[in-house]
């Protein structure tokens, strides 16, 4: 069971509540992160104030920020410890306390130095999860079972194809409108994270997954959202969620199958079909290769198995 956490109106006073504020505005609009990144470092800090008003005694202020200690970060960091949380999401709240306390020093309203000596605990190695091709088709053959309505059916059909045949995040998909996705043309534009964009081909496949929802789609004006909802706004990724875990459980499979699996497939088939390092990273919108190493590791494994299964030497 989730542990819940005191407010920021009960853990810090009004002028450190102010500044988280301004702070995650900051990270929103001028960093530009998503809303998603921006949503969990924001948390990341509520968890720490919860974390400092027990730890302290007292309501959480400018002066208490100021002269927190070394022991007093790494207290949280053993806190945290005990409440097996993971090493990437240690990290990433230790991320969060530097770029607040720099923002904190930036902006003139106070100055700790100990907190950049924090260390962040070395992730974990995990690989992605894809789905084999014949699974993956089985998948969004599957999608339109779910859904009460039948456009509802062909939405979540469209959207799984995208995810799949493009390669696209699910809030990057989410977010694209109607006029976004192009009548006509072999590849169309998306914003990823921090703003970027690039390049997405369109297969076939995809045209004729969207064309077809389009043509059940209650609004299908310009300005309206691509994908929607039961109340006709735009598709939360919590009903996404949802979706894909029902059925999951209706196929029998694991909980790595999630829509962002049908993104890791993307990448890992393109590879394993002889595609290049490179033009995949400029696909998924990885700003360092390394990200899209990743990748190649699971390919690696797969022409491992197909080696001892077929080389008629490797018994």
């Not at 605990?121 to 690989?127: D, F, I, Q, V, Y």
Request: proline share 4%; glycine share 6%.
């Amino acid at each position: 069971m989730t542990e819940e956490y005191n407010p920021l109106s009960v853990t810090a006073n009004l002028e450190v509540q102010e500044s988280i504020n301004q702070w995650y505005a900051h990270l929103v609009s001028t960093r530009r992160l998503s809303k998603l990144t921006g949503e969990s470092y924001f948390l990341d800090i509520k968890t720490f104030c919860h974390f400092l008003y027990q730890h302290l005694g007292e309501v959480i202020s400018f002066a208490a920020l100021k002269n927190l200690k070394i022991t007093d970060f790494r207290s949280f960091l053993a806190w945290r410890v005990d409440c097996n949380i993971s090493r990437s999401s240690m990290a990433r709240e230790v991320s969060a306390l530097k770029n607040y306390f720099k923002f904190l020093m930036r902006s003139g309203l106070l100055e700790n130095a100990y907190v950049m000596a924090l260390h962040s605990p070395k992730a974990g190695k995990t690989l992605p999860h894809p789905l084999s091709a014949k699974d993956a088709k089985l998948f969004l053959d599957k999608a339109r079972s779910i859904p009460k309505h039948e456009w509802e059916g062909w939405r979540d059909k469209a959207l799984y194809t995208l995810l799949y045949g493009c390669g696209l995040r699910i809030h990057e998909a989410l977010s694209l409108n109607v006029g976004d996705f192009p009548a006509t043309g072999d590849a169309f534009v998306i914003t990823g994270k921090g703003g970027k964009q690039r390049l997405v081909p369109v297969l076939p496949a995809v045209r004729r997954a969207i064309q077809t929802y389009m043509n059940h789609h209650p609004n299908p004006t310009q300005g309206t959202p691509l994908f929607i909802g039961g109340w006709g706004k735009r598709l939360n990724a919590g009903v996404v969620q949802r979706n894909v875990r029902t059925l999951r459980k209706l196929l029998g499979w694991p909980d790595t199958v999630t829509p962002h699996a049908l993104r890791h497939s993307f990448a890992t088939h393109l590879l394993e079909g002889g595609g290049d390092l490179r033009t995949v990273q400029e696909l998924l919108g990885h700003s360092s290769l390394s990200a899209t190493q990743k990748y190649t590791e699971i390919t690696t494994e797969h022409l491992e198995r197909v080696y001892q299964k077929a080389h008629p030497r490797a018994h």
